[in-house]
């Protein structure tokens, strides 16, 4: 059985950080690209960070640029989003998500971590 299981969630204040894992179990992720999503109040779901788990290439939301950064470990088959000056508009649900690059694989998503900070 395939599993996301995010954590680190947790309440800070406007400016401070928190480091989110998603633990991936299941199958081999060596052929996905990882990645995190968030859903704010009264908001969709956006794009915030991606990591090739092959190689490593990431890429970024503009509006987290230069404050978040996306790692992996491979020997632990766990990705991390490490959040610094957190802003109140980060207020969100983030999300682990799992893409396939092999047209045809299924694609993953967590549970969902809340994340809030206050002004």
């Known amino acids: 059985q395939v599993q996301l299981v995010e954590s680190g969630g947790g309440l800070v204040q406007a400016g401070g950080s928190l480091r989110l894992s998603c633990a991936a179990s299941?199958?081999?992720?060596?052929?996905?690209?990882m990645g995190w999503f968030r859903q704010g109040p009264g908001k969709e779901r956006e794009f915030v960070a991606r990591?090739?788990?092959?190689?490593?290439?990431?890429y970024y939301a503009d509006s987290v640029k230069g404050r978040f950064t996306i790692s992996r470990d491979n020997a632990n088959n766990t990705v991390y989003l490490q959040m610094n000056s957190l802003k109140p508009e980060d207020t969100a649900v983030y999300y682990c998500n799992a893409a396939p690059t092999v047209p045809g694989s299924n694609q993953y998503w967590g549970q969902g971590t809340q994340v809030t900070v206050s002004s």
């Open positions: 299941g199958r081999s992720f060596s052929t996905y690209v």
């Open positions: 990591i090739w788990w092959s190689g490593g290439r990431t």
